[in-house]
Nanobody, 127 residues
């Protein structure tokens, strides 16, 4: 399994920046994709950014150009650099890891797929 621990959230003024960190441990080699999601009160959880093991990234339109997702494999860490924050970015941000493992060790072709989530970190953008 994979365990995710998030940090870096806090209170920031509009126009400010924050850098979120997701530290991963466990079966890191099983991860084929990771992402950041957020959920504000009264809103649905939405994908903010995603990165594959091959380095391909995608962003939701509202954050494109302001947020950057990256990964440091040596540190087993996922990051979300958030610049030019606005009150609409206020939410709990969650780290997600998409994994695939062999359902039966030593037997190819039978995989188990599972998503792991961090506990979330609060980001509040307010003056």
């Amino acid at each position: 399994q994979v365990h995710l621990v998030e940090s870096g959230g806090g209170l920031v003024q509009p126009g400010g920046s924050l850098r979120l960190t997701c530290a991963a441990s466990g079966n890191i080699d099983s991860i084929y994709g990771m992402g950041w999601y957020r959920q504000a009160p009264g809103n649905e959880r939405e994908e903010v950014a995603h990165i594959t093991s091959g380095g391909t990234t995608r962003y939701t339109r509202s954050v494109k150009g302001r947020f950057t997702i990256s990964v440091n494999n040596a540190k087993n860490a996922l990051y979300l650099q958030m610049n030019n924050l606005n009150p609409g970015d206020t939410a709990v941000y969650y780290c997600n890891a998409e994994t695939k493992t062999a359902a039966v060790p030593g037997v190819d072709g039978v995989d188990f797929e599972y998503d792991y989530w961090g506990q979330g970190t609060q980001v509040t953008v307010s003056s």
